[in-house]
């Protein structure tokens, strides 16, 4: 089983930033990456990288503000978010996968272990 665990939310204002850090603890995870829940909204994907770190997928919503980075030997997943704006408000999470064959999905479907989230507001 794998634990997922976020740190770095919290409340910003228009234009700034934040760093979200997630730390995975147990088996060994490939595809990472962060989705996000607004209020009265759907989970969406935001971003997502490859174990290698090679391959970086990012929603067109963010990309250009926010970077994905991971740390194998740290096994961490980090999303630097800058520029932040009113509508990156939600509930972030971090997610991995356990195939090593897949690629980086936009469905969450496809990841097997989640993080229980960390709150973002962004405050104008």
């Known amino acids: 089983q794998v634990q997922l665990v976020e740190s770095g939310g919290g409340l910003v204002q228009v234009g700034g930033s934040l760093r979200l850090s997630c730390t995975a603890s147990?088996?060994?995870?490939?595809?990472m990456g962060w989705f996000r829940q607004a209020p009265g909204k759907e989970r969406e994907f935001a971003a997502g990288?490859?174990?290698?770190?090679?391959?970086?997928v990012y929603a067109d919503s963010v990309k250009g503000r926010f970077t994905i980075s991971r740390d194998n030997a740290k096994n961490t997943v980090n999303l630097q978010m800058n520029s932040l704006k009113p509508e990156d408000t939600g509930v972030y999470y971090c997610v991995a996968d356990r195939d090593p064959g897949l690629g980086i999905s936009r469905f969450d479907f496809q990841y097997d272990y989640w993080g229980q989230g960390t709150q973002v507001t962004v405050s104008s």
């Open positions: 990288i490859s174990w290698s770190a090679r391959s970086t």
């Open positions: 147990g088996r060994t995870t490939y595809t």
